[in-house]
Nanobody, 116 residues
Framework: QVQLVESGGGLVQPGGSLRLSCAAT????????MGWYRQGPGKQRELVAT????????TYSDSVKGRFTISRDNYKNTTYLQMNSLKPEDTAVYYC?????????WGQGTQVTVSS
């Protein structure tokens, strides 16, 4: 059974940093596109960042560009989201997703709260 398990969320002050991890029980992790999404209170889920299977191509939403960095370690079957200069509006549940063609897997999410 495929599982994606996010970790690293928590409470942080504005301007602080967090690093999220998403560990996947996927034997073929290296062929999957990975993405981070978030859903804030009363908002729709939105795409935050993506990374290609080999890690050579990344994309970011305008709201996090320059502050967040997505990366992956295909030996550890893990993808990461380094979040710097956090703002209150970054408060959300963060989810990771693995995608290959029409196959998708989602994690259960990890809460990030940015507040003083």
């Amino acid at each position: 059974q495929v599982q994606l398990v996010e970790s690293g969320g928590g409470l942080v002050q504005p301007g602080g940093s967090l690093r999220l991890s998403c560990a996947a029980t996927l034997n073929t992790f290296r062929i999957y596109n990975m993405g981070w999404y978030r859903q804030g209170p009363g908002k729709q889920r939105e795409l935050v960042a993506t990374i290609s299977p080999g890690g050579g191509t990344t994309t970011y939403s305008d709201s996090v560009k320059g502050r967040f960095t997505i990366s992956r370690d295909n030996y550890k079957n893990t993808t990461y989201l380094q979040m710097n200069s956090l703002k209150p509006e970054d408060t959300a549940v963060y989810y990771c997703k693995a995608r290959f063609a029409t196959v998708e897997y989602w994690g259960q999410g990890t809460q990030v709260t940015v507040s003083s």
